[in-house]
């Protein structure tokens, strides 16, 4: 029973029909949801302490406040689904592989296979990166802030959902190399092209790092500095998987 609730996955070039597609998809938005529900649970049971761990980062002896009935229930939810949704993460992004893999060959399933377990490591040093290094400095500067001018009371609903989110966001932020090797791979860029145009990938970076939730300079200098890293990463290792696919090709052809 559990077995035929599971979706089929396709095969390479295997004709389906629209209503199986949707049906695949319905079924792997089931999971998808079927995991996030109890990772909320869990981390509603937790949510105390994580408000907690969010709580330290401010500077010391700053207060929190909220200002309605309520408030302190709604931004418990919101930093339970975030915390939810940073649990999940690998069955969503593997649920998207799978309903993906048919439109690609058996090699480039495997290789996007690998990703998904890259993908997940880098959101998690994403979330450390910005936890340890960005989110302490960048709160220390925006509180301190005018401080002779201002009594400082930060409201806990804003506060919560801005550091929950820009956790969130960093995470993102770190699979950039992921997403620019599937890319090479794909063949829409490649290598060659990622270094003629080095410059415009830095400005691009520098417009993603202003986008993101953190407004202050110093955020965004730390911001800055690691997507440019991994943006550099990410030639080489483009560098570096193109010669190996090539090389592959060549023995497959080959044979």
Sequence with gaps: MARRMLPRRLGHEEEASLVEHLTELRHRLL????????AFAIAYAFHERLIQRLKDLLPEGTPLVTLGVTEPFTTSLKVSFYAALAIVLPILLWQVWAFLAPAVGEETQ???GVFVVFSTLLFVAGLAFCYTIVLPKALEFLVDYDSN????????SYYLSFVALTLFA????FQMPIFILALVRLGVLSSDRLRRNRRLGYVLMLTFAILLPTVDP???VLEVAPLLALFEISIWLAVL???RW??????????
């Design 110 to 112: 495997r290789v996007l």
């Design 170 to 173: 960093f995470g993102i932020a």
């Design 241 to 243: 998987m193109e010669r």
């Design 218 to 220: 110093v955020s965004l």
């Design 149 to 156: 001018l201002y009594e400082e009371q930060i409201r806990a």
């Design 31 to 38: 999971i998808c949801i079927a995991a996030i529900v109890p």
């Design 246 to 255: 090539e090389r592959s090709s060549a023995e497959a052809e080959a044979l």
